[in-house]
């Protein structure tokens, strides 16, 4: 798929989150626009899947670590075609398919219930030592969140990774550098963020999470690692395609009004029609 074709579906991806969480009236905005480029290159071009059997067994898994960002996962979910567009507008309804953190046992193409930080990069790891040890192809993605990687168990996932070398899962970094009480160097920073997770044992890449082709070029790179697994370091703007969101702390976790929506909107524009 050609890059201006990902950004028309990005464009109507970060539409939709935008619509979905103001008629929630609560949710997280921010960390879901930085993570809509990833989402639908991996959906819309890397990943082996089908929306009509979301549990086929030879399918890639993609596992949402940092599960408050449920409105960009959704968002690609329906564009993809695995549930119709009309169940965002019911995001965090009592008894809505789609809650405020994805749910494996009530959403067609969630692979891991998530929510509770630290718990994804684990339950990846299961999965791409299962496709080991059952011989499968698949390929396991899991996304974590930059403030995420402060919590003790991702590191404990890591040292497993590389143990078993589980060179069949590769993991994005959503590195936009701000989380719920500031950014990450004011709460706990994270760096030497590159050469930590080296120490760990991992193959790892940088990547400006925006652009496609670096996107689609780092995966390559870890398809073709052997005996290890991949950290793609991806740096990301958080609010990414909304001016007055963008770099800003307060869009972690705020819903827009009906005003602000509308300028948000009107800033992204149309992606059908780009």
Request: proline share 4%.
């Amino acid at each position: 798929m050609d890059n201006e074709k990902l950004a028309h579906i990005a464009t109507e991806v970060r539409r939709n989150i935008i619509k979905s969480v103001t008629a929630a009236k609560s949710g997280h905005p921010g960390g879901s626009l930085s993570a809509t480029d990833i989402l639908v290159t991996l959906y819309f071009e890397i990943m082996n899947i089908d929306p009509k059997n979301p549990k086929w067994e030879e399918r890639d898994r993609f596992v949402l670590s940092k599960g408050h960002a449920a409105p960009a996962l959704y968002a690609v979910l329906a564009e993809r075609g695995y549930f119709p567009k009309e169940e965002l507008m019911k995001l965090r309804q009592t008894g809505a398919m789609l809650q405020g953190h994805p749910d494996m046992k009530s959403t067609p193409g969630v692979d891991m219930t998530t929510g509770s930080l630290g718990q994804g990069l684990s339950a990846a790891n299961g999965m791409a030592l299962a496709a080991k040890l059952d011989k499968k192809s698949y390929r396991v993605y899991v996304m974590l969140g930059d403030g995420e990687i402060q919590e003790g168990m991702i590191w404990e996932a890591a040292m497993t990774s590389a143990h078993y070398k589980l060179d069949n899962l590769t993991a994005f970094l959503d590195y936009n550098k701000l989380q719920i009480d500031g950014t990450n160097d004011e709460v706990m920073t994270v760096e030497p963020v590159v050469d930590k997770w080296k120490a760990f044992g991992w193959n790892v890449l940088e990547i400006d999470g925006h652009n496609y082709d670096q996107i689609r070029d780092a995966v390559k790179k870890a398809k073709e690692t052997k005996g290890k697994p991949t950290m793609i370091i991806a740096h990301t703007v958080k609010g990414k395609g909304v001016s007055f969101m963008e770099n800003q702390v307060g869009w972690h976790g705020s819903a827009p009004n009906e005003e602000q929506m509308e300028r948000a909107l009107l800033e992204l524009g149309d992606g059908n029609e780009q």
